[in-house]
């Protein structure tokens, strides 16, 4: 059984640990730091065979050189990209298999131009989003335009609902404080970020969310709906679905 574990590195990023029952083998996703990985690798007797990076980004990348010189993985990221040490480039539609499970490669551009998401289908299905998808909340457009990022996001909220979403960040509780004041109507918001605040002051993560959850919570995704449209036309936007994903991003921006 193929089991995902959270590697906490920097301040608030999630290097995510795939490993199988009764296999030493490992593969990581983002490793932005190296020495959170080896430490795990030594502790455990775990032997590191297979690197899925999502995007260029030093906090999702910075650890490749070392891991590559040290373990000599395959690191499978995306082919428009200017990361040097992937040996497998990948684009949209390609499949992959990791730890005995096939991933589905999915362009996610908007964060940066190269993001790519990486999907195994299954019972649940997994999810490794980077920076595209976060709990309650999308990531901040650096290189890609509000459109691209609008299309990424509905492509990724078109899952299954019980698909699990292992995002690269723990950014969950500011992005439902942001949430909150874009769907002030969404009741569920309120019981969510109490139960946010009790898991991370027990020091443990918001995630992995689900697909189900984040179309529930998420105003990213819910930009369809005439309430959260109805908060953005405060801020200008249209009441159309892409205008008001502008608008909330570039209000997220400020918040």
């Given at each position: 059984m193929l089991t995902v574990k959270p590697l906490p590195a920097f301040q608030d990023n999630y290097i995510w640990i795939l490993q199988q029952d009764n296999d030493p083998q490992i593969a990581v996703v983002d490793p932005g730091d190296a020495a959170p990985v080896i430490e795990y690798i030594e502790r455990n007797e775990r032997?590191?065979?297979?690197?899925?990076?999502?995007?260029?980004?030093?906090?999702?990348?910075?650890?490749?050189?070392?891991?590559?010189?040290?373990?000599?993985?395959?690191?499978?990221?995306?082919?428009?990209?200017?990361?040097?040490?992937?040996?497998?480039?990948?684009?949209?539609?390609?499949?992959?298999?990791?730890?005995?499970?096939?991933?589905?490669?999915?362009?996610?551009?908007?964060?940066?131009?190269?993001?790519?998401?990486?999907?195994?289908?299954?019972?649940?299905?997994?999810?490794?989003?980077?920076?595209?998808?976060?709990?309650?909340?999308?990531?901040?457009?650096?290189?890609?335009?509000?459109?691209?990022?609008?299309?990424?996001?509905?492509?990724?909220?078109?899952?299954?609902?019980?698909?699990?979403?292992?995002?690269?960040?723990?950014?969950?509780q500011a992005n439902v404080a942001f949430a909150r004041a874009a769907d002030p109507d969404n009741t569920a918001l309120e019981a969510f970020e109490k139960a946010c605040e009790r898991e991370r002051s027990l020091g443990r993560p918001t995630l992995p969310s689900t697909i189900g959850r984040e179309k529930t919570l998420n105003p990213f995704l819910r930009t369809d709906r005439p309430d959260v449209q109805a908060t953005a036309s405060t801020q200008g936007a249209a009441d159309d679905a892409l205008s008001t994903f502008t608008t909330l991003r570039s209000w997220k921006d400020r918040f």
């Open positions: 032997v590191l065979t297979t690197i899925l990076v999502t995007h260029h980004h030093k906090d999702h990348t910075g650890g490749l050189k070392e891991l590559a010189e040290r373990f000599n993985p395959r690191i499978i990221g995306p082919a428009n990209s200017v990361i040097d040490e992937v040996t497998d480039p990948v684009s949209d539609g390609d499949t992959v298999r990791v730890m005995g499970r096939a991933f589905e490669v999915l362009a996610t551009p908007g964060h940066t131009l190269d993001h790519v998401s990486f999907l195994a289908a299954g019972t649940p299905s997994l999810l490794f989003c980077g920076d595209t998808l976060f709990c309650a909340g999308c990531g901040r457009l650096f290189e890609g335009t509000s459109k691209q990022m609008f299309s990424s996001l509905k492509r990724l909220g078109s899952l299954g609902d019980d698909t699990l979403v292992f995002a690269g960040h723990e950014y969950t």
